[in-house]
């Protein structure tokens, strides 16, 4: 798979890229909880990433931005979950660095 996570007109930019997926995400800041990192644009979740019920996976879900709740999801691997957080810290994106810290320990 191919990874991209790097500052791109003003934003990071996160995606990976395979045969069987896509996943591309821009934001601002991330926020982390236990088991979720928020994508934040403008002040607007755009998308997440999250354990999937407690499982190994780790899921990310963007919103579609059309009327309504949809949106779309794809399984991501760890490692890339990681660059993205890496990423986001070395530039200052996240929102509260000792949460970043309790989701490596818990999903990473």
Known sequence: METTVTEHDGRM??????DDRVFEVSFD????????????RDGDRVGSIYNDDG???TMARLTTGRDGDDFIGVE??????????DAAVEAGRVADETAV????????
């Open 13 to 18: 930019l996160a995606r990976i890229e395979g």
């Open 101 to 108: 810290e309790g989701y490596r320990l818990r999903v990473l």
């Open 76 to 85: 991501v691997p760890k490692p890339f979950v990681a660059a993205v957080l």
């Open 29 to 40: 800041s991330i926020e982390a909880t236990d088991v979720t990192l928020r994508f934040r």
């Open 55 to 57: 499982t190994d996976r």
